[in-house]
RNA sequence: GCCAAAGUGGCGGAACUGGUAGACGCGCUGGACUCAAAAUCCAGUGGGUGCAAACUCGUGUGGGUUCGAGUCCCACCUUUGGUACCA
């Protein structure tokens, strides 16, 4: 009998489903683990063999985990507010809501036809109301512990889409062909930056890949430095600049101030203020990126006032700059063109003086020397010297000299600035808050907050979002008097913040989540997602854990223990997967055509989890060419009937390679090493049909290893030798340690480390032994003739080499 | 520019703490079965020389350490990911 995976297919996930075979008990008196996926945006374009890759991974690891002895939670939902749906409804006039329960009906249908043992009961939408209930409420405590404020800010204004972007989203737009320019809008910003040095800090108590980590630092950016302030020469005022180079004092020749300061056309003299303010008005109208972007030259404008140089005593001229960014740090720096890239051009841009202050292996006029592993030179003065230290040494003196002096201050600053809320979209959860005419702010009592029906999806004309249009919802009065609502919704992000959570507890009306439940599954053990989300998704829903922790919702500080990246599956061209291309591979064809185990099968087999590699649609026919092997073990003859296994012994050999498979697939899966622990299952089937072995422990054992990976023919087999439960719950084999190591061993024999022949000898043989047996090899033989052996080295169990002349 | 990771057959990839490079799969070649094909099975498959036994060269490049290097060290080249004036 041929094996038919489309009927055995859809016969087990129907009998999964009857019998709710994945259901996870609550308050099992069993160890637990929670694998979980970054769960999808619906799209219209449905799922393909790439969105299946972590899947995979993480359906292999709980059924794994399951057949360890785990109580596993493995759940599935929908991130689905977001712009696509928004923008087809804007188009076409359908509700988002309609697009959207239409694409995740099909996404769920292409995840079962996987075989995944979700926990479907537990499902979750973020546009459900009793979902954002709690999405609005977690931003309720945001605001109280006044971590979400209004501000105005220059936004990145996207024109097309008439939304604001967070920083993190502009280049992904942009890239997507939409036009994005600074401007100022009042908008809600929530303060991540109060969780900086906490979210740094914990990253050290979690089991993440090292680059995810080194970004995540990277992007907060913590740095230490001082601020000092500069005595102007003809104002009363002082100007405060940060650096990190306190102990470049002595070099520096100038300062630099941000267009944006406000100082900046107050420094103006009276010859230099229409170029000043020329350059200020041309900084303005330059977006972000154009000020950012690339290797430009160096741009500025000449104040004509002078700070003085505390250190020095030297007048320092004041110069505006776009290079100097107004929301970091101060917004002015003094520059040091001996020992800073930037500073160094700007410098030779206006023929500036350059000082040598830190010990330089070439001369500072013809390239900059940045490093800091070097000693001070030139750096004294009646009360203080830096001469001859290295840097920490440096910085150190020079920070107590400045504070001693009154004129600076240590500061730790970061790059990480807070994160802009707000959106101008009509699909996303409202912000639960009331504006009164007297100017003052209230929270929404009654939560959730609903999306009111409209008539049409565009923003209204004044930038904001089509809520702005729908009188009815929009304006209202209570005790307090007359209100407009916000008018703004939430960012994509927020939905995905906490959701890990409420699979936990999904249906809980009265808490977000119940205490005990939380301290019985958190934190997640296990999460697999794309490399995609290091910054933003991982580091907004740290913060958000954080202030949840601290509001005692949860127990833990961190929410992902183990947290797992999947490469990139690119498609049969070597490139990424994309529309354009056309080189997409969609789920739905490969399933139809190989069925669902062979397609979770050749995934893995690919290639390592973590890395890029490409689709080849060829390689999966080896994939259903050894499930047909597995097949056979059981169905070997036309007959229709199952043949009778034998309960003889296996062979010594066979016994061996049995366990050494069962440790392997063991250590293999649970390191999630899928392509070896696959590749090892191979050799083992391909060894039980040479030896036309039909042993019922192998065949079972080797049902019960495969069965994480391709749980429909392992069901359909598991049932056809004899069993009434399903194979799903089959405790995973143990290996006997004497029986994974071979009796008999082939040993090496090199000379001068090359290969020259092999012997075979028991286990453990002495080194005696082996070097008799080695000189007894005839091509060793050969080789050693005429020469003289100058040194033997054995290795028990590996090999002999003979050095010789 | 800076940071990180990686370069192994025609292809995807194996190789534990330095110890028989190329497991497993794809592809290809030959054979069995067949009227023929598909499917399946068997054998072979890194390059070069050779009738053969065998020899020789081989893990991006060039050096080094070692009895022995894909694995360790130094320099360089290439690719991918991240980042971009954060003072």
């Given at each position: 009998m041929k094996y038919d995976f489309s009927k055995t297919e859809k016969k087990w996930q129907a009998y999964w489903q009857q019998h709710e075979s994945f259901k996870t008990a609550e308050n099992a008196d069993k160890p637990k683990y929670y694998v979980l996926d970054m769960?999808?945006?619906?799209?219209?374009s449905g799922l393909h063999v790439g969105h299946l890759e972590g899947y995979t991974a993480s359906d292999i690891t709980a059924r794994y985990k399951r057949s360890c002895g785990f109580n596993v939670l493995h759940p599935m939902g929908w991130d689905a507010f977001g712009l696509p749906a928004e923008q087809f409804a804007i188009k076409t006039g359908t509700h988002p809501r309609i697009t959207t329960e239409q694409n995740i009906k099909s996404f769920k249908e292409t995840l079962q036809a996987m075989g995944f043992?979700?926990?479907?009961?537990r499902e979750i939408n973020t546009t459900d109301p009793g979902y954002f209930k709690w999405t609005q409420w977690i931003f309720l405590r945001l605001y109280e512990m006044g971590l979400a404020y209004m501000s105005e800010v220059d936004v990145n204004w996207c024109e097309e889409l008439k939304t604001v972007l967070a920083n993190e989203e502009v280049e992904e737009k942009i890239a997507d062909g939409y036009t994005v320019i600074r401007r100022p809008l009042r908008q809600w910003v929530l303060k991540i930056t109060a969780y900086a040095e906490r979210l740094i800090a914990d990253l050290d108590e979690v089991n993440w890949p090292e680059n995810v980590k080194q970004m995540q630092r990277n992007w907060i950016g913590r740095s230490e430095g001082v601020e000092i302030d500069f005595e102007l020469r003809c104002h009363k005022t002082r100007l405060k600049v940060y650096t990190t180079?306190?102990?470049t004092l002595f070099g520096a020749t100038y300062l630099v101030i941000s267009p944006?300061?406000?100082l900046a056309e107050k420094l103006a003299t009276a010859p230099q203020l229409l170029a000043v303010k020329e350059y200020i008005r041309q900084a303005k109208l330059k977006t972000e990126l154009e000020r950012t972007g690339l290797q430009k030259e160096k741009t500025g404008v000449f104040t004509g006032s002078y700070a003085i140089n505390?250190?020095?005593g030297e007048p320092l001229p004041v110069w505006i700059s776009?290079?100097?960014?107004?929301?970091?740090?101060?917004g002015a720096i003094m520059s040091v063109p001996a020992h800073d890239q930037r500073d160094w051009e700007f410098a030779k841009q206006y023929n500036l003086p350059i000082i040598e202050v830190i010990k330089s292996p070439h001369d500072v006029e013809e390239k900059v020397f940045d490093e800091k592993n070097s000693i001070s030179v030139n750096s004294s003065n009646s009360e203080l010297s830096l001469d001859g230290l290295p840097f920490p040494e440096a910085f150190e003196r020079m920070a107590k000299w400045l504070e001693s002096k009154n004129v600076g201050s240590r500061k730790v600053n970061y790059k990480l600035r807070d994160w802009i809320f707000s959106r101008q979209r009509y699909w996303g959860e409202p912000i639960p808050i009331k504006h009164y005419e007297d100017g003052t702010l209230r929270t929404e009592t009654?939560?959730?907050?609903m999306l009111p029906e409209v008539e049409a999806y565009h923003p209204s004309?004044?930038?904001?979002?089509?809520?702005?249009?729908?009188a009815e919802w929009l304006l209202g009065n209570d005790e307090h008097g007359t209100f407009r609502r916000e008018t703004n919704t939430m960012p994509q992000w927020a939905g995905s913040c906490w959701y890990y959570l409420r699979?936990?507890?999904?249906?809980?009306r009265e808490k977000l989540i119940d205490p005990a439940k939380e301290e019985y599954w958190m934190n997640v053990d296990l999460y697999i997602g794309?490399?995609?989300?290091?910054?933003l998704h991982l580091l907004y829903a740290r913060f958000w854990h954080k202030v949840l922790f601290d509001l005692g919702v949860?127990?833990?500080?961190?929410?992902?223990k183990k947290l797992f990246n999947q490469g990139m599956i690119l498609g049969e061209d070597n490139e990424k997967m994309s529309k354009s291309r056309g080189n997409v591979i969609p789920a739905d064809h490969v399933l139809e055509r190989y069925g669902a185990d062979a397609v979770r099968l050749y995934e893995m087999f690919l290639?390592?989890?973590e890395q890029v590699k490409p689709w080849n649609t060829n390689g999966i026919e080896g994939i259903s060419r050894f499930l047909a092997k597995v097949w056979r073990l059981v169905y070997?003859?036309?007959?229709?009937a199952a043949t009778s296994l034998t309960c003889e012994s296996l062979s010594d050999e066979l016994l061996r390679k049995m366990h050494k498979t069962i440790k392997k697939v063991g250590e293999d899966t649970e390191n999630l090493k899928f392509n070896t622990a696959i590749s090892e299952m191979m050799v083992f089937v391909n060894e039980l049909h040479k030896a036309g072995c039909r042993n019922r422990e192998a065949v079972e054992t080797l049902l019960i290893l495969l069965a994480p990976y391709a749980p429909h023919i392992t069901e359909e087999l598991w049932e056809a030798i004899?069993?009434?439960?399903?194979?799903?719950i089959a405790p995973f084999p143990l290996f006997l340690p004497e029986l994974v190591e071979d009796s008999i061993l082939t040993i090496a024999v090199q000379i001068n480390g090359k290969l020259r022949g092999t012997f075979t000898a028991p286990a453990k043989s002495p080194k005696e032994l082996l070097l008799e047996e080695a000189l007894k090899v005839e091509s060793v033989i050969k080789f050693l003739e005429g020469k003289s052996i100058i040194r033997e080295i054995i290795v028990p169990d590996k090999l002999v080499n003979f050095a010789v002349k």
């Amino acid at each position: 009998m041929k094996y038919d995976f489309s009927k055995t297919e859809k016969k087990w996930q129907a009998y999964w489903q009857q019998h709710e075979s994945f259901k996870t008990a609550e308050n099992a008196d069993k160890p637990k683990y929670y694998v979980l996926d970054m769960f999808p945006y619906p799209s219209g374009s449905g799922l393909h063999v790439g969105h299946l890759e972590g899947y995979t991974a993480s359906d292999i690891t709980a059924r794994y985990k399951r057949s360890c002895g785990f109580n596993v939670l493995h759940p599935m939902g929908w991130d689905a507010f977001g712009l696509p749906a928004e923008q087809f409804a804007i188009k076409t006039g359908t509700h988002p809501r309609i697009t959207t329960e239409q694409n995740i009906k099909s996404f769920k249908e292409t995840l079962q036809a996987m075989g995944f043992s979700y926990d479907w009961t537990r499902e979750i939408n973020t546009t459900d109301p009793g979902y954002f209930k709690w999405t609005q409420w977690i931003f309720l405590r945001l605001y109280e512990m006044g971590l979400a404020y209004m501000s105005e800010v220059d936004v990145n204004w996207c024109e097309e889409l008439k939304t604001v972007l967070a920083n993190e989203e502009v280049e992904e737009k942009i890239a997507d062909g939409y036009t994005v320019i600074r401007r100022p809008l009042r908008q809600w910003v929530l303060k991540i930056t109060a969780y900086a040095e906490r979210l740094i800090a914990d990253l050290d108590e979690v089991n993440w890949p090292e680059n995810v980590k080194q970004m995540q630092r990277n992007w907060i950016g913590r740095s230490e430095g001082v601020e000092i302030d500069f005595e102007l020469r003809c104002h009363k005022t002082r100007l405060k600049v940060y650096t990190t180079r306190p102990d470049t004092l002595f070099g520096a020749t100038y300062l630099v101030i941000s267009p944006e300061h406000q100082l900046a056309e107050k420094l103006a003299t009276a010859p230099q203020l229409l170029a000043v303010k020329e350059y200020i008005r041309q900084a303005k109208l330059k977006t972000e990126l154009e000020r950012t972007g690339l290797q430009k030259e160096k741009t500025g404008v000449f104040t004509g006032s002078y700070a003085i140089n505390p250190a020095t005593g030297e007048p320092l001229p004041v110069w505006i700059s776009d290079f100097v960014l107004i929301s970091y740090g101060t917004g002015a720096i003094m520059s040091v063109p001996a020992h800073d890239q930037r500073d160094w051009e700007f410098a030779k841009q206006y023929n500036l003086p350059i000082i040598e202050v830190i010990k330089s292996p070439h001369d500072v006029e013809e390239k900059v020397f940045d490093e800091k592993n070097s000693i001070s030179v030139n750096s004294s003065n009646s009360e203080l010297s830096l001469d001859g230290l290295p840097f920490p040494e440096a910085f150190e003196r020079m920070a107590k000299w400045l504070e001693s002096k009154n004129v600076g201050s240590r500061k730790v600053n970061y790059k990480l600035r807070d994160w802009i809320f707000s959106r101008q979209r009509y699909w996303g959860e409202p912000i639960p808050i009331k504006h009164y005419e007297d100017g003052t702010l209230r929270t929404e009592t009654m939560l959730p907050l609903m999306l009111p029906e409209v008539e049409a999806y565009h923003p209204s004309s004044t930038g904001e979002s089509p809520l702005a249009n729908i009188a009815e919802w929009l304006l209202g009065n209570d005790e307090h008097g007359t209100f407009r609502r916000e008018t703004n919704t939430m960012p994509q992000w927020a939905g995905s913040c906490w959701y890990y959570l409420r699979f936990i507890d999904p249906e809980n009306r009265e808490k977000l989540i119940d205490p005990a439940k939380e301290e019985y599954w958190m934190n997640v053990d296990l999460y697999i997602g794309g490399a995609e989300h290091a910054v933003l998704h991982l580091l907004y829903a740290r913060f958000w854990h954080k202030v949840l922790f601290d509001l005692g919702v949860v127990t833990t500080r961190e929410p992902f223990k183990k947290l797992f990246n999947q490469g990139m599956i690119l498609g049969e061209d070597n490139e990424k997967m994309s529309k354009s291309r056309g080189n997409v591979i969609p789920a739905d064809h490969v399933l139809e055509r190989y069925g669902a185990d062979a397609v979770r099968l050749y995934e893995m087999f690919l290639g390592p989890l973590e890395q890029v590699k490409p689709w080849n649609t060829n390689g999966i026919e080896g994939i259903s060419r050894f499930l047909a092997k597995v097949w056979r073990l059981v169905y070997s003859g036309d007959e229709d009937a199952a043949t009778s296994l034998t309960c003889e012994s296996l062979s010594d050999e066979l016994l061996r390679k049995m366990h050494k498979t069962i440790k392997k697939v063991g250590e293999d899966t649970e390191n999630l090493k899928f392509n070896t622990a696959i590749s090892e299952m191979m050799v083992f089937v391909n060894e039980l049909h040479k030896a036309g072995c039909r042993n019922r422990e192998a065949v079972e054992t080797l049902l019960i290893l495969l069965a994480p990976y391709a749980p429909h023919i392992t069901e359909e087999l598991w049932e056809a030798i004899g069993h009434s439960s399903s194979i799903s719950i089959a405790p995973f084999p143990l290996f006997l340690p004497e029986l994974v190591e071979d009796s008999i061993l082939t040993i090496a024999v090199q000379i001068n480390g090359k290969l020259r022949g092999t012997f075979t000898a028991p286990a453990k043989s002495p080194k005696e032994l082996l070097l008799e047996e080695a000189l007894k090899v005839e091509s060793v033989i050969k080789f050693l003739e005429g020469k003289s052996i100058i040194r033997e080295i054995i290795v028990p169990d590996k090999l002999v080499n003979f050095a010789v002349k």
